[in-house]
């Protein structure tokens, strides 16, 4: 049985099925989030047959608010005959944020993510065969003139090896806007960005300018493209994906879990 409770206070939670594709996961999660409103403060714990969940350096599992331990539920929830750690991506999330075995600070996680912006997926393109070439075009450009007009920043592509220009300002623009988020939040974006290869469409993914689906496909459009020409592993190309795209979404939810609580509590004050 898995349960949630704040503090010391347990209710049981229902199951939610098996989740079998990280977009229905991503969706029924975010709606439950949203209409439920049950960003409570307070510490929440998750219980495993009566037991405390704990992390693996010993802590007492807690987390901020009820729907992420919701979400971690859900995952415990679904494990069956044997556990599988790596389809627990939201936990192990909160694990990293409550052990924090690197000892990373902020700064850290912003650097890190920032590092990324020069070796961006969107701004890397081919100048052969053509139809790739025309693909990217039609593809990306339509996402980095969204994100340059929604964080007026300026990005240059590269058709060489060679690192394309990233401006300053650019650089400092993305920077102040990652240190809004919140330490946890943050190791969600890092996720996202280091399954995509891509702070461009991480940030599209978070303000929801695409879904998770779109936004897997558009990171991995030259090996889909190869794989179209001279064919594929059929099973072995689809858990990749599938795999790529459960990491992605947990990692989105996992932002948003942990960035709209402050929004809704101060609408809360408000009326």
């Known amino acids: 049985m898995v349960g949630v409770g704040l503090r010391y206070t347990f209710r049981a939670v229902a199951g939610w099925g ?3 594709h990280a977009r229905l996961f991503e969706n029924q999660l975010l709606i439950h989030f ?6 409570i403060p307070g510490k929440y714990e998750v219980n495993l047959d009566q037991k ?5 350096l010993g802590r007492v599992f807690q987390v901020p608010n009820e729907s992420l331990a919701l979400a971690v539920a859900n995952e415990w929830d679904t494990q069956k005959d044997k556990i599988q750690p790596d389809t627990m991506n939201i936990t192990g999330l909160c694990y990293t944020a409550l052990d924090n075995p690197t000892k990373k600070t902020k700064e850290n996680s912003v650097s890190e993510i920032l590092e990324f912006l020069g070796t961006d997926t969107l701004c890397y393109r081919v100048n052969e065969p053509e139809r790739l070439k025309q693909l990217q075009k039609d593809k990306w450009d339509p996402v980095i003139d969204w994100f340059q007009q929604r964080y007026q920043v300026e990005l240059k592509v590269s058709n060489s090896l060679l690192v394309p220009v990233i401006p ?8 102040r806007h990652l240190f809004s988020f919140s330490d946890w939040a943050l190791l969600g974006v890092s996720l996202a960005v280091e399954n995509l290869k891509s702070i461009v469409l991480t940030l599209s993914l978070i303000d929801r300018f695409l879904d998770v689906e779109t936004a897997v496909s558009l990171s991995r459009l030259e090996v889909e493209f190869q794989t179209d020409q001279w064919g594929k592993l059929e099973w072995a190309h689809e858990l990749e994906q599938t795999q790529v795209q459960s990491k992605v979404a947990a990692a989105v939810i996992f932002v948003h879990l942990n960035s709209e609580s402050t929004e809704y509590l101060k609408k809360c004050m408000k009326r």
């Open 18 to 20: 098996n989740i079998k």
């Open 34 to 39: 949203k209409e439920a409103r049950r960003f």
């Open 52 to 56: 405390k969940l704990k992390t693996p």
């Open 168 to 175: 300053q300002q650019t650089k400092e623009t993305l920077q």
